[in-house]
Antibody, heavy 119, light 111 residues
Framework: QVQLVESGGGLVKPGGSLRLSCAASGFNLSDYYMSWIRQAPGKGLEWISYMSNSGNTIYYAASVKGRFTISRDNGKNSLYLQMNSLRAEDTAVYYC????????????WGQGTLVTVSS | QSALTQPASVSGSPGQSITISCTGSSGDVGTYSLVSWYQQVPGKAPKLLIYEVSERPSGVSDRFSGSKSGNTASLTISGLQADDEADYYCCSYVSSSTFRLFGGGTKLTVL
């Protein structure tokens, strides 16, 4: 069964760090273009990071660039998002999503993991 | 870069058709046919409805269709049903470091 399962969310203080994981099953992550997308409470979707199938091309939204790092472990078939210098405005549900192409086609999403940044 | 522009809300009666617009610029929607649409029921992950402006994934009802004119993409839902009530988001490729941009979302109410 093709599935994405995020984990690692929780409560963290402003300025703190957190690492999110996205475990894939039923397919090889390295065959797909993967993104992290977040949704603040009661707000819309915001794309924040992308990694190509080769892993050679990475993009970040301006709102997280320099603070967040996307990575992948092919052996564990997992995608990660290292989040540093967290701010209150980073509070959101974080989703990983897979795209079989380069063409903005998020065909499958995980269930999401909630990150709350608060003192 | 700001989100693509969608109406905050639309409504329709069962059986009717509604259209949700998604307005961008020449740097995204206007130039590239790389617009997708997603349906999100509260508390759930989004679901892909349309990709590349008008393509439908297998398993998505043909009541959902997409189109584009100039800088505006549109999602049309025909034969409205009660379970179409959800939030809808567009997303586009962007030819800059922004790379991917979502619309602000549209809440569909089925009267």
């Amino acid at each position: 069964q093709v599935q994405l399962v995020e984990s690692g969310g929780g409560l963290v203080k402003p300025g703190g760090s957190l690492r999110l994981s996205c475990a894939a099953s039923g397919f090889n992550l390295s065959d797909y273009y993967m993104s992290w997308i977040r949704q603040a409470p009661g707000k819309g979707l915001e794309w924040i990071s992308y990694m190509s199938n080769s892993g050679n091309t990475i993009y970040y939204a301006a709102s997280v660039k320099g603070r967040f790092t996307i990575s992948r472990d092919n052996g564990k078939n997992s995608l990660y998002l290292q989040m540093n210098s967290l701010r209150a405005e980073d509070t959101a549900v974080y989703y990983c999503a897979k795209d079989p192409t380069f063409r903005v086609r998020f065909e499958q999403w995980g269930q999401g993991t909630l990150v709350t940044v608060s003192s | 870069q700001s989100a693509l522009t969608q109406p905050a809300s639309v409504s329709g009666s069962p059986g009717q058709s509604i259209t949700i617009s998604c307005t961008g610029s020449s740097g995204d929607v206007g130039t590239y046919s790389l617009v997708s649409w997603y349906q999100q029921v509260p508390g759930k992950a989004p679901k892909l409805l349309i990709y590349e402006v008008s393509e439908r994934p297998s398993g998505v009802s043909d009541r959902f269709s997409g189109s584009k004119s100039g800088n505006t993409a549109s999602l049309t839902i025909s034969g409205l049903q009660a379970d179409d009530e959800a939030d809808y988001y567009c997303c586009s490729y962007v030819s800059s470091s922004t790379f991917r941009l979502f619309g602000g979302g549209t809440k569909l109410t089925v009267l």
